[in-house]
């Protein structure tokens, strides 16, 4: 009878431990923030504050040199940005890049997504891809640029063929990498469900290898601001306009050296609403909303 008091009493000393357990668990813990640490909690805030560190740099280091060929301050830059701004021309520069730009961008994915689909489907496809991805990924796109103006002529197919060039390849790459680092059980999973060619490719690889595909998009997207800003500068000195890539190289040659700043301005802020609007929201959509980054 002791015996099976003392089996009771282990028991309810049990069961009180366990519920006192849980209730701790269940119990909210509250941390009061300070001000400054829930406004520093926020990414855009965290961003702005390192931007506003570098301008500081900027226009104390312009200040210093006191060359305004050499370095402009960051204030006289604005100012030329503004007035560049206000009469359009600025404006239509980066409308005209902008077009060129996105048309290459779309090709180039397109072109990507395509050798990569041949390469996963069938045997042939994967050699081809090796061959070429080893062939032209390491040639700089710049190059390519004399043969583009013999081929298409003193136009912006030119510049479209060059970025496409230089666009192609990382994405082919990432989008490869990303689709052989499917794990074997999402295979599995397509193949119980009778899921084979195009189907297995956009069901089972595009989404376990999206977060892959993306850092490609990036790189890609990174690589065609390079190609364009390169080869328009050689463009714009043949035929006397083009994009942002001439409004450097007029300026430049006109002495505006703020202006200059102000055209590598727009290309910053260009692509910093890029990162930060559209594949950020394609991230958080996407790899974010699965689980698959944090």
């Not at 282990?10 to 849980?22: A, H, P, Q, T």
């Not at 909690?41 to 740099?57: D, E, P, Q, S, T």
């Not at 583009?148 to 970025?163: H, M, Q, T």
């Not at 060039?165 to 990303?178: D, K």
Request: hydrophobic share 55%; aromatic share 12%.
């Amino acid at each position: 009878m002791a015996k099976n008091k003392r089996i009771d009493s282990i028991g309810d000393l049990k069961n009180r431990y366990e519920k006192e357990l849980k209730s701790n668990y269940a119990q909210e813990i509250k941390i009061e923030l300070s001000l400054f640490e829930r406004v520093f909690n926020i990414g855009v805030v965290r961003k702005a504050f390192i931007i506003i560190i570098l301008a500081l740099v900027w226009q104390f280091y312009a200040v210093y040199l006191d060359n305004d060929l050499m370095f402009p301050t960051f204030l006289a830059t604005l100012k030329g940005f503004w007035s560049v701004i206000s009469n359009g021309e600025l404006a239509e520069k980066t409308i005209t890049s902008l077009k060129v730009l996105f048309t290459a961008y779309i090709c180039g994915i397109l072109a990507a997504g395509t050798l990569t689909v041949l390469a996963i489907t069938t045997r042939i496809g994967t050699d081809i891809l090796e061959v070429l991805t080893s062939m032209f990924n390491p040639l700089p796109a710049i190059a390519l640029l004399p043969l583009a103006l013999l081929w298409f002529g003193l136009g912006y197919p030119s510049i479209i063929f060059v970025i496409i060039h230089a666009v192609t390849w990382p994405i082919a790459l990432n989008i490869y990498n990303g689709f052989m680092g499917v794990s074997n059980t999402l295979r599995m999973v397509g193949k119980n469900y009778e899921l084979t060619g195009l189907s297995f490719v956009f069901k089972i690889l595009i989404p376990a290898a999206f977060a892959s595909i993306l850092t490609g998009l990036k790189v890609g997207w990174a690589f065609s601001w390079r190609t364009l800003i390169a080869a328009e500068l050689v463009f714009g000195v043949s035929s006397g306009g083009g994009g942002l890539g001439w409004f450097i190289y007029e300026k430049k040659n006109q002495l505006d050296i703020d202006l200059v700043f102000a055209g590598l301005l727009t290309v910053i802020i260009i692509g910093i609403l890029v990162e930060n609007i559209i594949f950020k929201t394609i991230e958080r959509k996407t790899v974010v909303k699965w689980g698959m980054k944090f």
